[in-house]
C-alpha cells in the first residue's frame, strides 16, 4: 500500500506538470543565480534541475554573479572592496582580481555542467555550454563626484549570436563581464546583465534566483502575483526592490513574465515552473497589467464583448440588471481602456464548489493566452475561499475546457442550488474540475 500511494503521487504529480511542460517547451528563459548558490552544497541540485529543463526542450541562458567570489579574491591581494549605493567601485588596480574570480565561478559552473557521472541526475545530459563576449559594455563613470573606474553599464547585447547558440540546443553562459569596443572590461552588475539580456532576446522567462523568500508582504507572508502597478507601490529590502525593478522594467520591454524565488528552497525552480501556484513571486506585464476586480462602470464593456457570444448562443443572455447585480463577481482584462476578457466566479460555500461562468475573449486577442489568464485567476480566486471543486456549464467551447483539466460530468455533479437552474433547452455539457 504505501508504494501504491507514492506511485500514484508520482504520476498525479507528472499529469499536473504536463500542461506545463508543453508550454515551456521551445521557450527561452534567461536565469540569474548569485556567487553565494555557486558556493552554497546544494549548487549540484540547482544545476541538476537547470539541466532538466534544457531537456524539456527549454532554451536557457544562465547569467551568473560572483560577489563573495570577487571579495575573497581581492582580499587574498590585500585589496579593499569599495561600494556606493550598493555598486561596487571598480579601480583598475581591483580589476585583475575581478576577472580571475569570475572566471573561477564561470569554469565552476562549466564543470557541473558537464558532469555526466552514471546514477545521477545529470547522467547522459550532454550539456554544450558556450561563453564568449555576447555583452558590450560602458563605464558607469563619475557619479556625485565619485570615480567607479571599471565598474560598467550593459551598452548592447548580441541578441543574434545568442539566439544562434540557442538554435543549436546550447546553453548560453553569461558572466558580469562586459567588453568596450576600445578593448577594455568591466565588471558590471549580474542584474543587469541579465534583464537586459532577456530584454534584448525578447525572453519569454526572466527568472531571478535570489537569497530571500521572494516579494513578502508586512506580515511576511509571501505575495504570488504583482502587475507592474503594484510594484511600483511594493516596498521591501533593498535587494528585492533591485529584483523587482529590473523585473519591471523587463516587462515593460516585452518580456513576459519574470519570477522571483528562493534559492534555499529545495527544486524551487521546478516547482515555479511546473506546478500550478509555484513558489515565489511572479511579476507580469501586458495581460495581467490590466486585470482586475469589475466596476459598475464597467457594465457597459462587458456588454459590449460578451453580446456577440450571446446573439451566437455561446453565453446565455444576460440583462443588464442582472449584470449590475453580478458585477462584484466579474474580473476583466483591460487593455488601452477597452475591456478585452472577462469571467464570472459564483460561490457554492457549503459545497466547497463554484461555478466558472462568462467566460469571454475579444476575438483580438484570443490568440494570446487571455483566456489561460483569467482561469488561473479564477482558480486562485477560488482556492483563497477554499473552493476545491470548479465547474462550468458550456455549449460550443468543451474542448477548449477538457484541454484544462476539466471533465464532463452528470447534472447530479452539480450543487443543489443549481441543479434546480438547469436549462435543458441549451442541453449545456457540464464540465468539473477538482482545484489540487
Known sequence: MPNDKINSDHVDWFRAAAPYIHNHRGSTFVILFGGEAVDH????????????????????????????QIEKQLLALSLNSIFSDELRITPAENMPGVEQAVGQVRMAIEAQLSMGLPNTPMAGAAVRVVSGNFITAQPYGIHQGIDFGQTGNVRSVDAEAITSQLEQNNVVLLSSIGYSPT???????????????????????????????????????????????????????????????????????????????????????????????GVGTLISADNYEGLRTATIDDIGGIMELISPLEEQGVLVKRSREQLELDIHNFTIIERDSMIIACAALFLFPEEKSAELACLAVHPDYQQQGRGNDLMEHIEWQSRKQHITELFTLTTQTTHWFLERGFNEVPLEKLPIAKQSLYNYQRKSKILHNTLA
Open 183 to 277: 578593448g577594455e572590461t568591466f565588471n558590471l552588475r549580474a542584474e543587469d546583465v541579465a534583464t537586459e539580456t532577456a530584454i534584448a532576446l525578447q525572453a519569454d522567462k526572466l527568472i531571478f534566483i535570489m537569497e530571500g523568500n521572494g516579494v513578502t508582504n508586512k506580515d511576511g507572508d509571501l505575495l504570488r502575483q504583482l502587475n507592474l502597478s503594484q510594484v511600483e507601490h511594493c516596498e521591501t529590502d533593498p535587494q528585492t526592490q533591485r529584483h523587482m525593478k529590473n523585473a519591471a522594467r523587463a516587462c515593460h520591454n516585452g518580456v513576459s513574465r519574470a519570477h522571483m524565488i528562493n534559492r534555499e528552497i529545495d527544486g524551487a525552480l521546478l516547482l515555479e515552473l511546473y506546478s500550478r501556484d
Open 41 to 68: 552544497p546544494s549548487f549540484a541540485h540547482l544545476i541538476h534541475d537547470i539541466a532538466l529543463l534544457g531537456s524539456l526542450g527549454v532554451r536557457l541562458v544562465l547569467v551568473h554573479g560572483a560577489r563573495p
